[in-house]
C-alpha cells in the first residue's frame, strides 16, 4: 500500500523532471503550450501512407505462427460493458487461463481489462496465474467527473489488486489548449496508482489531428504514464494504424530525449489477425524490437483473441476452423 | 466510327459483392468449340474461406425467414432469370455447344426448377416432419432444419440446368451455400449470381467461386465451418479424387451428398428427370421435441 508522503514526493518528481525536460524553472500552461505546440507538425497523407505501405507485407508461415502467439501473449483480454456480470468476468478469466482447450501449447493473454469494481473477481478468478488486472479509471470512458472522483476510482481499482490502471484524459481540458491541467491530472493518478502501472487513454478519435495525437502523447509521458493508449473502444474511429504510428514514433524519441521506455497499446476495433500482424509489423519498424514484448506493446481487444485461436489452429491442422471451435465471448 | 466493344468482367460472387479473385489470377474460358469467350476469375482456397465466412454470417437471417418468404423469393429469382433468358441462352449455348432452340429448352428447364422448388419452401416439414405417436402424454414432433452452411461441387457439364438443381433444394430449406462452378462452364454461374444479386436473396445465402474444382474442393471439405458438401461436381472433374474429399469432410463429421456412381465412377445425373426430394431431405436435421401435453 502507498501511503500519502511518498506520493507527495512523486508529484513533486514528476514536475521537476517535466521542468527538466522542457528547460524551464516553473511549470506553467504557458510553457506547455510552447513546448508541445513546438514539436514538429505530422505530415498526415505521409503519415497514411508509410501506415499503408507497412501493412502490405506478407507474414507467411514460422514467421505468423511466432506472429500470432506473440499477439494472443500482448493481449489485454477486454470486457467493459454495463451489462457485465461477475460470471461473465469469470469466464473471462477461464479463457485467459485456457484460451483454447484443443490445444495447451496456446499461450495466454497478458491481462484480463474490466472495470474497478470487478478487479476483486477477476483478481479471485486469475489467482497467481501470472496473468494482470487491468481496470479502468477515472469516469471511465468519458473522463467527466472531479479530481477527486477521479483519484477515489483510481484507488478503489488498486485497493482491490489491479496490476495496471487504464486512466482517461480529460479531452475537453485537452482541445481547449489546457494543459497543465491534463499534466496534473495524469501526474495525481500515477501518485494514486501507486506500483501499479498507468496506462493513459488518450482517445485519440476524440482528438481530432495527428498533431494532437502526438502532443498528447508526449503529455502524458512527461506527467509520468507508463504506457500510451490510443481509446476507449466507446468513440470511433477507435484504434487506427497511422495513430498508433505517431504514438510509436513518440515513444522511441522520447526513449532517445529522456532514456526512459514508455509502452504503447492500441485498443479497439482490431479483431483479425491480419490486423494485429500490420501492428506488430508497425512496432518493429517504427519503434524497434525492444517493444515487441507484452511490457511493451498490448492490444487491447476482446473478439481478436477468438480469431487468433482460429488462425492457430488452422497452422495446426491444415484445415480452416470455424466459430464452432472457440468459446463464445 | 464503330463502337468500342464493352466486354464484360467476370468476376465472383462473395456475401453480395462481386470481387475479383483474393489471388489475382483469372483464366481463359473457351466454348464448346474451342473458341476464346471470356476471362474468368480463378478463384483460390482464402476465396473460398472468405465465401465460407459470408454464408455462415447470411445463416442466422436466412434460416429465420419464414419458409413462406424463402418461397417468394426463389420465385422471384425464377422471375429475373426469365428476364434474362437471352443472355442465358447464348451462354448456355456457347459453354455446351447447344444450338439457340436446344440452349432454350435446357434455360426454359431451370427456371422451371426454380419455381418448382420455390413451391417446396413452405411444404418440407408438412413433408419431412411428422407428429410421431409415443406412449406418454406428450406431444413428439418432429420437424426438418436447415443443416447450415453447405459447401457444393456444381455439375461440371450442365452449367446452368445442373447449376441451379443442386443451389436451389439447399438454399429452399434455409441453407446458404459456396457452390465452386464447373471449372470449364463457369459463365452462366456468374451470370445466375447477378440474377440472385438482384431477386431479394440476402448477400451471402449463394456464394459462387469459379475455380479449378480440383484445387479448391479439398479446402472446402476440410473447412470446420461447413457442416454439408455435396459432391456432384467430382464427376468429369479433371484430379478430383471424390473419397479423398470424403475423408476430409469426416474431420468435423459433414453431411456428405455423394455422386451418382455407375460402375464405381462418378457419373452427372440426368438434370432433366423428375428432382425429387432427394436434394431436400440430404440437408436437412430432424428436430424432435416433446412436450408436455395436459388432460
Same mark, same amino acid.
Given at each position: 500500500m502507498v501511503t500519502v508522503s511518498t506520493t507527495t514526493r512523486t508529484a513533486q518528481d514528476l514536475t521537476a523532471q517535466a521542468r527538466d525536460v522542457l528547460g524551464v524553472s516553473r511549470l506553467t500552461n504557458h510553457a506547455l503550450t510552447s513546448w508541445l505546440h513546438g514539436l514538429p507538425g505530422v505530415d498526415q497523407v505521409g503519415c497514411e501512407a508509410r501506415a499503408a505501405s507497412l501493412g502490405t507485407r506478407s507474414v507467411k508461415t514460422t514467421s505468423k505462427a511466432w506472429a500470432i502467439d506473440t499477439a494472443i501473449g500482448m493481449i489485454d483480454l477486454t470486457t467493459l460493458e454495463g451489462s457485465d456480470t461477475v460470471g461473465k468476468v469469470r469466464s473471462l478469466c477461464a479463457k485467459a487461463l485456457v484460451p483454447d482447450p484443443l490445444d495447451g501449447t496456446t499461450p495466454r493473454p497478458a491481462a484480463?481489462?474490466?472495470?474497478?469494481?470487478?478487479?476483486?473477481?477477476?483478481?479471485?478468478?486469475?489467482?497467481?496465474?501470472?496473468?494482470?488486472?487491468?481496470?479502468?479509471?477515472?469516469?471511465?470512458?468519458?473522463?467527466?467527473?472531479?479530481?477527486?472522483?477521479?483519484?477515489?476510482?483510481?484507488?478503489?481499482?488498486? %485497493?482491490?489488486?489491479?496490476? %495496471?490502471?487504464?486512466?482517461?484524459?480529460?479531452?475537453?481540458?485537452?482541445?481547449?489548449?489546457?494543459?497543465?491541467?491534463v499534466f496534473n491530472q495524469i501526474a495525481e493518478v500515477k501518485m494514486a496508482c501507486g506500483a501499479a502501472h498507468l496506462k493513459v487513454i488518450m482517445e485519440t478519435g476524440e482528438l481530432v489531428t495527428y498533431d494532437n495525437v502526438r502532443r498528447a502523447s508526449y503529455l502524458s509521458m512527461l506527467a509520468g504514464g507508463d504506457f500510451i493508449k490510443t481509446s476507449t473502444g466507446k468513440v470511433q474511429p477507435a484504434a487506427t494504424l497511422p495513430v498508433t504510428l505517431v504514438m510509436l514514433e513518440a515513444v522511441r524519441d522520447w526513449r532517445e530525449l529522456t532514456g526512459s521506455q514508455v509502452g504503447v497499446k492500441p485498443a479497439g476495433g482490431i479483431k483479425t489477425t491480419k490486423d494485429a500482424i500490420k501492428y506488430l509489423v508497425m512496432v518493429s519498424e517504427i519503434a524497434g524490437d525492444d517493444w515487441l514484448t507484452p511490457e511493451w506493446f498490448r492490444f487491447g481487444a476482446s473478439s481478436l483473441l477468438n480469431d487468433l485461436i482460429l488462425q492457430r489452429q488452422k497452422l495446426a491442422t491444415g484445415a480452416y476452423s470455424g466459430a464452432d471451435y472457440v468459446t463464445i465471448d | 466510327m464503330s463502337r468500342l466493344d464493352v466486354r464484360k468482367t467476370y468476376k465472383l460472387y462473395i456475401g453480395g459483392k462481386f470481387p475479383r479473385s483474393e489471388s489475382g489470377r483469372s483464366y481463359e474460358v473457351v466454348s464448346a468449340t474451342g473458341d476464346f469467350i471470356a476471362n474468368a476469375a480463378m478463384g483460390s482456397r482464402k476465396d473460398v474461406r472468405d465465401a465460407v465466412v459470408a454464408a455462415r454470417g447470411a445463416l442466422g437471417g436466412w434460416s429465420g425467414t419464414t419458409a413462406y418468404n424463402r418461397g417468394q423469393v426463389l420465385y422471384r429469382v425464377a422471375e429475373v432469370l426469365e428476364g434474362r433468358r437471352a443472355q442465358f441462352v447464348d451462354?448456355?449455348?456457347?459453354?455446351?455447344?447447344?444450338?439457340?432452340?436446344?440452349?432454350?429448352?435446357?434455360? @426454359?428447364?431451370?427456371?422451371?426448377?426454380?419455381?418448382?422448388?420455390?413451391?417446396?419452401? +413452405?411444404?418440407?416439414?408438412?413433408?419431412?416432419?411428422?407428429?410421431?405417436?409415443?406412449?406418454?402424454?406428450?406431444?413428439?414432433?418432429?420437424?426438418?432444419?436447415?443443416?447450415?452452411?453447405?459447401?457444393?461441387?456444381?455439375?461440371?457439364?450442365?452449367?446452368?440446368?445442373?447449376?441451379?438443381?443442386?443451389?436451389?433444394?439447399? !438454399?429452399?430449406?434455409?441453407?446458404?451455400?459456396?457452390?465452386?462452378?464447373?471449372?470449364?462452364?463457369?459463365?452462366?454461374?456468374?451470370?445466375?449470381?447477378?440474377?440472385?444479386?438482384?431477386? @431479394?436473396?440476402?448477400?451471402?445465402?449463394?456464394? !459462387?467461386?469459379?475455380?479449378?474444382?480440383?484445387?479448391?474442393?479439398?479446402?472446402?471439405?476440410?473447412?470446420? +465451418?461447413?457442416?454439408?458438401?455435396?459432391?456432384?461436381?467430382?464427376?468429369?472433374? @479433371?484430379?478430383? +479424387?471424390?473419397?479423398?474429399?470424403?475423408?476430409?469432410?469426416?474431420?468435423?463429421?459433414?453431411?456428405?451428398?455423394?455422386?451418382?456412381?455407375?460402375?464405381?465412377?462418378?457419373?452427372?445425373? +440426368?438434370?432433366?428427370?423428375?428432382?425429387?426430394?432427394?436434394? !431436400?431431405?440430404?440437408?436437412?436435421?430432424?428436430?424432435?421435441?416433446?412436450?408436455?401435453?395436459?388432460?
Open positions: 484480463i481489462c474490466v472495470y474497478g469494481d470487478m478487479v476483486a473477481t477477476a483478481k479471485a478468478a486469475l489467482g497467481d496465474s501470472g496473468i494482470h488486472v487491468a481496470a479502468v479509471a477515472t469516469a471511465f470512458p468519458s473522463g467527466r467527473a472531479s479530481m477527486p472522483v477521479k483519484l477515489a476510482d483510481t484507488r478503489d481499482a488498486v %485497493e482491490a489488486g489491479a496490476d %495496471e490502471i487504464d486512466m482517461v484524459i480529460d479531452r475537453g481540458a485537452f482541445l481547449a489548449g489546457d494543459y497543465l491541467t | 451462354e448456355v449455348g456457347a459453354a455446351e455447344g447447344l444450338p439457340a432452340r436446344a440452349a432454350g429448352a435446357v434455360v @426454359d428447364a431451370a427456371i422451371d426448377r426454380v419455381v418448382w422448388y420455390a413451391g417446396w419452401t +413452405d411444404k418440407i416439414a408438412q413433408v419431412l416432419g411428422n407428429l410421431n405417436p409415443v406412449a406418454g402424454p406428450f406431444f413428439n414432433v418432429s420437424a426438418p432444419e436447415p443443416t447450415g452452411v453447405v459447401g457444393i461441387l456444381a455439375p461440371q457439364s450442365s452449367s446452368l440446368l445442373g447449376l441451379v438443381s443442386v443451389i436451389a433444394p439447399v !438454399i429452399a430449406s434455409g441453407n446458404t451455400v459456396v457452390v465452386v462452378t464447373s471449372a470449364d462452364r463457369p459463365l452462366p454461374a456468374v451470370t445466375l449470381g447477378e440474377v440472385l444479386a438482384t431477386s @431479394d436473396v440476402p448477400g451471402g445465402v449463394v456464394n !459462387i467461386i469459379t475455380a479449378r474444382t480440383a484445387e479448391v474442393a479439398t479446402w472446402l471439405a476440410a473447412h470446420r +465451418d461447413v457442416n454439408a458438401i455435396d459432391l456432384t461436381g467430382v464427376a468429369g472433374a @479433371d484430379g478430383v +479424387d471424390w473419397a479423398a474429399l470424403e475423408a476430409e469432410a469426416a474431420g468435423n463429421l459433414k453431411r456428405v451428398y455423394r455422386p451418382a456412381l455407375v460402375g464405381g465412377a462418378p457419373v452427372e445425373p +440426368d438434370w432433366t428427370a423428375d428432382p425429387g426430394l432427394g436434394r !431436400i431431405r440430404a440437408f436437412v436435421e430432424t428436430k424432435t421435441v416433446w412436450h408436455p401435453k395436459g388432460l
